[in-house]
């Protein structure tokens, strides 16, 4: 069983739109999460962080649910440079130097 | 821009040659990560420094490929008599040290492509 897991997508959502993707984590130790940007053929970019409490950042909601080991990605009024491939990353349960990547839900936000 | 540094940024070589690439992390980051990634699929960890010391590799790492950090600063990641299937985005990366919470920032990648 991956470590991480994403739905592939494509997410094809109109500009203005809202929309969210999940991620499932197979460790429940787990203790550190992130979402990161990765554009095509780029390196993937910190997006944010993933706090217990859930977290904000502009447009950026992300939350975490240990009980269901999941976390969250909801990105309101979606632009056209918001089309990316977002990455779920999360680290090892006993060794959070040690980081697990999803393979990336694509997101095309569309005039 | 003092961001993570690697190259080359592409490199083609043919089946069974040796290709090195080189990583220059931030400088105040003590922790560096090597990944691989191929088209369609998230960074694979390879394997990561403490320092100049070499934690954990993974077993994606077969005995052709080879990590050095020799001064805690500066890593070399070494693929001998390369194979076709090693053709993929070669990822550099590198962190602070901490308790968590410590993201990894990356590198331009190395792309390596091998015919």
């Known amino acids: 069983r991956k470590e991480v897991e994403q739905d592939p997508g494509p997410f094809n959502v109109p500009e203005g739109a809202t929309v969210a993707f999940n991620c499932t984590y197979s460790?429940?130790?787990?203790?550190?999460f992130f979402w990161y940007r990765q554009d095509c053929r780029k390196e993937p970019k910190l997006l944010m962080s993933v706090y217990s409490s859930g977290n904000e950042d502009g447009r950026f909601t992300a939350q975490l649910n240990r009980a269901s080991q999941y976390i969250s990605l909801l990105i309101r009024d979606s632009k056209l440079s918001d089309s990316a491939t977002y990455l779920c990353?999360?680290?090892?349960?006993?060794?959070?130097?040690?980081?697990?990547f999803g393979s990336g839900t694509k997101l095309n936000v569309k005039p | 821009d003092t961001g993570v540094s690697q190259n080359p940024r592409h490199k083609i070589t043919k089946r069974g040659q040796n290709v090195t690439f080189r990583c220059d992390p931030i400088s105040e980051h003590n922790r560096l990560y090597w990944y691989r990634q191929t088209l369609g699929q998230g960074p694979e960890f390879l394997t990561y420094f403490q320092n100049e010391a070499q934690l954990e590799k993974s077993r994606l790492l077969s005995d052709r490929f080879s990590a050095e950090r020799p001064k805690g600063s500066f890593s070399t990641l070494e693929i001998q008599r390369t194979e076709q299937g090693d053709s993929a985005m070669y990822l550099c990366?590198?962190?602070?040290?901490?308790?968590?919470?410590?993201?990894?920032?990356f590198g331009n990648g190395t792309r390596l492509t091998v015919t």
């Open positions: 460790n429940s130790a787990s203790q550190s």
């Open positions: 990353v999360v680290t090892a349960a006993r060794d959070f130097n040690k980081f697990y």
């Open positions: 990366a590198s962190s602070l040290p901490g308790t968590g919470y410590s993201p990894l920032h």
